[in-house]
């Protein structure tokens, strides 16, 4: 089995699991996993891992997320989106809130911030994830964490609703981001609508409708495991080096291409196949730390 990835336009609906689940049949005994859970609301790019890709998923899932994502003011749910018990509700006066104070609030989010996970996520808290807890009626404690806002555009407002589009760190929650816009602005806010637009270099416009997917074409649209490290510098391997890597051993370093301590590295095999990733040791020579041979 090649391994690979593909990159799936999911629709709103299923879950993450369930478009694995689609796959899972037509790439046995591959593994078959996902890089970045979707809510069945949300729509948009859902990267596939297949065979020893999957041991590429928290190389993906590290990596930068855009979304558009809509809101609605006024409003605050169990959830913080629009499928959530409401638990408060905020008249919202024609005028309550103008484009130059939402766009300043968003300025204000813009850079790294502190944000605490929704108590209907998947964060583990005592051996349980915090949905689990929720879906009980217990509150649960959910430390904060820090993330990236590399950019947060407003795209439309019809009060009370507004579409913003956001490129963020792994980890971000876009329905965390809207409940804290929320309350910056005083009013509440809930998530309606989420798509996300790439994932990495995983982006909608490459990406394969669900419906459109079959056991005939699915290895047809296979991305190669090279592109979940394409923001690496690459380097090809000699016979033996390979041998060392498929060993563990750590290799020497390149010195027409010197690199800095501590960076990652694309190591190839003489196919231009991805091999492993390593990482650039004190000494400047080269360690694998995760390979992929062997993986299925």
């Not at 609508?193 to 290895?219: I, K, M, Q, S, Y």
């Not at 080096?241 to 291409?257: C, F, K, M, N, Q």
């Not at 690199?259 to 360690?287: F, K, N, R, W």
Request: with cysteine; proline share 8%; aromatic share 6%.
């Amino acid at each position: 089995m090649t391994p690979g990835f593909l990159c799936i336009d999911k629709p709103s609906g299923p879950t993450s699991r369930d478009v694995v689940n689609v796959v899972q049949p037509w790439a046995r005994p591959a593994k078959v996993g996902h890089a970045g859970t979707l809510d069945p609301l949300a729509s948009g790019v859902l990267v596939v891992a297949i065979g020893a890709a999957t041991r590429l998923i928290s190389v993906l899932q590290g990596q930068p997320k855009r979304y558009r994502a809509a809101f609605r003011l006024g409003l605050e749910t169990d959830t913080e989106d629009i499928t959530g018990r409401v638990i408060a509700t905020h008249p919202l006066p024609e005028g309550a809130v103008t484009i130059p104070q939402l766009t300043a609030v968003l300025r204000g989010f813009v850079g790294t911030i502190t944000q605490t996970p929704p108590q209907f996520s998947a964060v583990h808290v005592g051996g349980r994830r915090a949905y689990e807890w929720a879906r009980q009626g217990a509150e649960v404690s959910l430390a904060p964490r820090t993330v990236e806002i590399y950019a947060l555009d407003l795209v439309a407002f019809t009060p009370p609703e507004f579409t913003v589009d956001v490129a963020c760190s792994g980890g971000t929650y876009i329905r965390a981001l809207g409940r804290d816009i929320g309350r910056q602005l005083g009013c509440g806010a809930v998530m309606t609508e989420l798509r996300r637009t790439a994932v990495g270099p995983f982006a909608l416009t490459h990406a394969v409708a669900l419906a459109d997917l079959t056991a005939d074409n699915w290895r047809s649209k296979l991305w190669p495991t090279t592109a979940a490290v394409s923001h690496l510098p690459m380097r090809s391997l000699s016979p033996a080096e390979i041998t060392a890597v498929l060993h563990g051993r750590t290799i020497r370093g390149d010195p027409l291409r010197p690199l800095s301590e501590g960076q990652e590295v694309g190591l190839l095999d003489g196919t231009g196949a991805l091999l492993a990733i390593g990482v650039v040791t004190p000494d400047y020579q080269v360690h694998p730390r995760l390979v992929l041979a062997g993986a299925n």
